[in-house]
């Protein structure tokens, strides 16, 4: 069965900081997609970043990158210059298949003024 | 630009009484889903439709029916609610095998 864990429930950062968030996985597809969803306390889901597994250059998205390792089935999401906006619950993904999504349990960031 | 649309935001229930949640996209996607979100356990998976007229158990199912006669709309229907299933619900849609989801506000729910 695939899973995801993310083993951070709370993180704090301070205001133009950098945080890591981490997130592992466990499947044996060998082709899939990875992503980081934002949850602002509005509630509404919104996509960060998204990695193919078949490509070895880590997505980068302005602020938001990743940090990829296909072997360690390692997903991480630094976050650099951290702001207020970037307050939010995130979860990580993961896609394979045709239709299925499984997300994590999810990491609370506050940023700090 | 509506994206995805849910309907009701909240709701209260009482014990044994039934309701539907509506999901709306304007976005011609084929793929539909309905999860749920409860503190400490993320999204979980209810059910979901491939297309117009498919639909298929997630990791949740008990409780829950849905339907996708039109293929812009998922109905998700609690026949006869229960306290466990106060919670948060989300609906979500995509376009194809490697898109990333596009999610509704959620609904609360609520059942006493």
């Known amino acids: 069965a695939q899973t995801v864990t993310q083993s951070q429930p709370e993180m704090s950062v301070q205001e133009a900081e950098t945080v890591t968030l981490s997130c592992t996985y466990d499947t044996s597809e060998s082709n899939y997609y990875l992503f980081w969803y934002k949850q602002p306390p509005s509630r509404q889901m919104i996509l960060v970043i998204r990695q193919e597994a078949y490509k070895q250059q880590n997505a980068t998205e302005n602020r938001f990158s990743v940090n990829f390792q296909k072997a360690a089935k390692s997903f991480s999401l630094k976050i650099s210059d951290s702001q207020l906006g970037d307050t939010a619950m995130y979860f990580c993904?993961?896609?394979?298949?045709?239709?299925?999504?499984?997300f994590g349990t999810g990491t609370r960031l506050k940023v700090l003024a | 630009n509506a994206g995805v649309t849910q309907t009701p935001k909240f709701r209260v229930l009482k014990t044994g009484q039934s309701m539907t949640l509506l999901c709306a996209q304007d976005?011609?996607?084929?793929?539909m889903y309905w999860y749920r979100q409860d503190p400490g356990m993320g999204l979980r998976l209810i059910h979901y439709?491939?297309?117009?007229?498919?639909?298929a158990k997630g990791e949740v199912p008990d409780g829950y029916n849905v339907s996708r006669l039109k293929k812009q709309n998922f109905l998700l229907g609690l026949e006869s609610a229960a306290p466990s299933q106060t919670s948060v619900y989300f609906c979500?849609?995509?376009?194809?095998?490697?898109?990333?989801?596009?999610f509704g506000e959620g609904s609360r729910l609520t059942v006493l």
């Open positions: 979500a849609s995509r376009a194809g095998a490697a898109g990333e989801l596009f």
């Open positions: 976005m011609n996607h084929e793929y």
């Open positions: 993904a993961f896609m394979a298949g045709t239709y299925k999504y499984i």
């Open positions: 439709s491939v297309g117009e007229g498919t639909t």
